[in-house]
């Protein structure tokens, strides 16, 4: 089946450090790729997503490449800040049956401190 | 701009006893999901309802049953709770395309 492996966190920086979270995926068919973000006693927010091949996603300085050939989704970020200390998810999804399944990481914790 | 809300936020019960988390969403969307996350373990599925009027069991549906009442609310019903149950319960509704879930806040249960 389906499955998305990603970091294990706590991830601990410093503010202002570059990020990198890595996401690997298996899937049967093309899936689209997502990175979700969950602030403390919140819910899942979609941070950024990508739908086909090479297809770069950004939102909030954050970016994210769907790379077919190494089946990867890393997050990235270039200078973090205190504000984007939370819990980041990676997920595939795929159109089956006529309904979006989508498929999550485990989630990896980031700590920025100041 | 409501999206998706669950209620309630946080519940105690006792062993045995039953309860309904309700979710409604006000985003048209077809599709309704609701989800547990549990330290360690990321989010898992529960059930889903693809459209009004159809209910699927996802990964962990053990001890739960659901009910989509109209295209805007899907409740979770835990018939006897059980300690195993202490989660966080996640509603999500989605458009059978690819942009993705909305999710609710969640309700923080406790079964003691």
């Known amino acids: 089946g389906d499955s998305v492996t990603q970091m294990e966190g706590p991830v601990t920086l410093s503010e202002e450090a570059f990020l990198t979270i890595n996401c690997t995926y298996t899937a049967t068919g093309y899936p689209s790729l997502f990175w979700y973000v969950q602030y403390p006693g919140e819910g899942l927010q979609l941070l950024l997503k990508?739908?086909?091949?090479?297809d770069k996603g950004s939102n909030k300085g954050f970016e994210a490449t769907y790379r077919k050939e190494t089946t990867s989704f890393h997050l990235e970020k270039g200078s973090v800040q205190v504000s984007d200390s939370a819990v980041y998810f990676c997920a595939l999804s795929v159109i089956s049956g006529g309904y979006q399944k989508v498929t999550f990481g485990t989630g990896t914790k980031l700590q920025v401190i100041p | 701009n409501a999206g998706v809300t669950q209620t309630p936020k946080f519940q105690v019960l006792k062993t045995g006893q039953s309860m309904t988390l309700q979710c409604a969403q006000d985003?048209?969307?077809?599709?309704m999901y609701w989800y547990r996350q549990d330290p360690g373990m990321g989010l898992r599925l529960i059930y889903y309802s693809a459209s009004e009027g159809t209910t699927d069991k996802g990964e962990v549906p053990n001890g739960y049953n659901v009910s989509r009442l109209n295209k805007r609310e899907f409740s979770l019903r835990l018939e006897s709770a059980a300690p195993s149950q202490t989660s966080v319960y996640f509603c999500a509704s989605s458009e059978p395309d690819s942009y993705g879930y909305t999710f609710g806040s969640g309700t923080r249960l406790t079964v003691v």
């Open positions: 990508a739908t086909k091949a090479d």
């Open positions: 985003m048209n969307h077809n599709s």
